[in-house]
């Protein structure tokens, strides 16, 4: 098993198993990618894929359990590079980060602009999702760390280190008649029109277990990955939105009025997400304490011993 083979087959699924979008994303050609899949399941004596009229819809079942060894191949040789990279050069190189669209828009700018000042060379890269897709890519080494709300999912390769409490807060439209009201309850909430995340942030399905234990049902008529997508339509008095304090600036949003719910809804956690087993170069480490000051490198490689020691053990 060669390290390229490793790699295609890892790239095919993240393309949902298109050929022509994993050649292209490894800049090689479509028959290339086909002959090295070909020669890997030649090599171990098993199919790979499913495949129907010469088209992979699947993997077998042996596949399932190669591509978990084949992403911690890649991931450890990853890790490996990084570990070389720091020590030919601590002040360049890249810095991949998986967060939510809020937290992209309004809770990391202030931290990117003090990381770029002090590194210069690194190149920074923002990739947006849910918490499930995100805590994928930190599990598969696609991002070296995230910032987001923990998956749906447990996700026993991860270490989850706690930055913060995110609020809640409900907005409205200025005439909304929720304004006059101090502490709004859950069934008064109930009988507007409500925008809100996606089901799968973690953050909608604890708002509607709380809905739920009350025997209520609100209307939902839009929801939305992006926090300014569902301020946008709250101002045109579409409906309601339950989202994240920091998503509101009263200067910005003169024309929006913000409700603290902190009496109905327990705010939402969020951490920093890791790979176990990775290794985090020095500005990665410095990343991460500028965001969190209380994560330092000290408590971040403690805890990265401990979850590493627990899984060993």
């Avoid at 077998?60 to 991931?75: C, F, N, P, Y």
């Avoid at 809020?102 to 999702?129: E, N």
């Avoid at 045109?236 to 109905?264: C, E, M, T, Y």
């Amino acid at each position: 098993m060669k390290l390229n083979q490793v790699r295609f087959l890892c790239e095919i699924v993240d393309r949902d198993l298109n050929i022509s979008a994993a050649a292209a994303a490894l800049r090689t050609s479509q028959p290339g990618v086909s002959r090295h899949m070909q020669s890997l399941e030649q090599e171990i004596g098993t199919r790979l894929f499913v495949r129907r009229n010469r088209r992979i819809v699947g993997l077998t079942k042996a596949g399932q359990a190669i591509l978990v060894v084949a992403r911690r191949i890649v991931a450890d040789v990853e890790s490996a590079q990084r570990i070389a990279n720091e020590f030919s050069s601590r002040d360049s190189g890249t810095l991949l980060i998986a967060t939510t669209p809020t937290h992209a828009r309004y809770a990391l700018p202030r931290t990117i602009q003090t990381f770029v000042k002090r590194y210069p060379k690194v190149r920074l890269s923002l990739r947006q999702g849910n918490p499930t897709e995100i805590a994928g890519w930190v599990a598969s080494g696609t991002v070296d760390l995230s910032i987001a709300a923990a998956p749906l999912a447990p996700a026993p390769d991860l270490v989850l280190l706690h930055c913060y409490d995110l609020q809640r807060i409900l907005l409205t439209r200025p005439s909304h008649p929720l304004h006059k009201l101090k502490k709004p309850l859950l069934s008064e909430i109930a009988q507007y029109p409500m925008i809100t995340y996606d089901a799968l942030f973690t953050g909608r399905s604890k708002i509607a277990e709380d809905f739920k234990r009350l025997g209520l049902n609100p209307h939902i008529v839009l929801s939305a990955t992006d926090a300014d997508v569902m301020k946008a339509y709250v101002k045109l008095g579409l409906g309601i939105a339950i989202l994240g304090s920091i998503a509101f600036d009263p200067a910005q949003d003169k024309d929006l009025r913000s409700i603290d719910v902190g009496h109905l809804f327990k705010p939402n956690p969020i951490y920093v997400g890791l790979r176990k087993d990775t290794y985090l170069r020095t500005y990665a480490l410095d990343f991460v304490e500028i965001f969190a000051p209380k994560l330092t490198r000290t408590k971040i490689e403690k805890a990265m011993t401990a979850s590493n020691q627990r899984r060993t053990g």
